[in-house]
């Protein structure tokens, strides 16, 4: 599975968008993005997937430019229970993903 | 709500005993993963089925062993169970979302190993 990498933390305030970029270099023909939610004492909660230009749901967004080599979640307005470990991952959507590897997120700290 | 359950949520045993995880699904799907959660280390498959009696192992399998001998439940055994055990495990299951595949993952089993 292709190797990606975020930022270990980040911080912002009540009411911003929050945009958390990961790159994943060598990223497959096959593959799709996914983003996971994870609060503490809980299992990972899924946010989005895609595969690529971007996917938008009721609580993010996804960004992905034409050469899939980055992608970008955006959390419109986060409050304080956005805190969270959010991780990137990237595989095969729908035959493969038999394996996930999980790097070690990226750690969004919300203020008031 | 993914429909997964795991039994105990939470156990404190000794060194040198057996331990038995419990993950199950209420929704028939294949895939079924067994994952542990240490501090600085993220996630890290176990082992995994993709069918009734049909398992292989992850990345850190050595001292676990696994068995799905129904499609629901899938269980994690720590034959004699160590400190280096202790840890968080997680259970996850494969279903389709949208146009291909993803794992959700249940509330997790805190071990305690003394």
């Known amino acids: 599975l292709a190797k990606t990498t975020q930022p270990i933390s980040m911080d912002s305030y009540e009411g911003q968008e929050v945009n958390i970029t990961c790159s994943h270099n060598?990223?497959?023909?096959?593959?799709?993005i996914t983003w996971y939610q994870q609060f503490p004492s809980q299992g990972p909660r899924f946010i989005i997937q895609?595969?690529?230009t971007k996917v938008t749901n009721e609580v993010a967004s996804l960004f992905i430019p034409a050469d899939r080599k980055s992608s970008t979640l955006s959390l419109p307005r986060v409050s304080l229970s956005d805190t969270a470990v959010y991780y990137c991952?990237?595989?095969?959507?729908?035959?493969?993903?038999?394996?996930?590897?999980f790097g070690k997120g990226t750690m969004l700290l919300v203020s008031p | 709500d993914a429909g997964i359950t795991q039994s105990p949520r939470h156990k404190v045993t000794e060194t040198g005993t057996p331990v038995t995880l419990r993950c199950h699904q209420t929704?028939?799907?294949?895939?079924m993963y067994w994952y542990r959660q240490d501090p600085g280390h993220g996630l890290r498959l176990i082992h995994y089925?993709?069918?009734?009696?049909?398992?292989d192992k992850g990345e850190v399998s050595d001292g676990y062993s696994v068995s799905r001998s129904k499609t629901e439940d899938f269980l994690l055994t720590l034959e004699s169970a160590t400190s280096s055990q202790t840890s968080v495990y997680f259970c996850?299951?494969?279903?389709?979302?949208?146009?291909?595949?993803?794992?959700?993952f249940g509330p997790g089993t805190r071990l305690t190993v003394l």
């Open positions: 895609g595969y690529k």
């Open positions: 991952l990237v595989g095969e959507g729908n035959s493969g993903y038999s394996t996930l590897t």
């Open positions: 060598n990223i497959a023909t096959n593959d799709y």
């Open positions: 996850a299951i494969r279903k389709p979302s949208g146009t291909t595949d993803t794992q959700y």
């Open positions: 089925s993709y069918g009734v009696k049909d398992t």
């Open positions: 929704e028939n799907h294949r895939y």
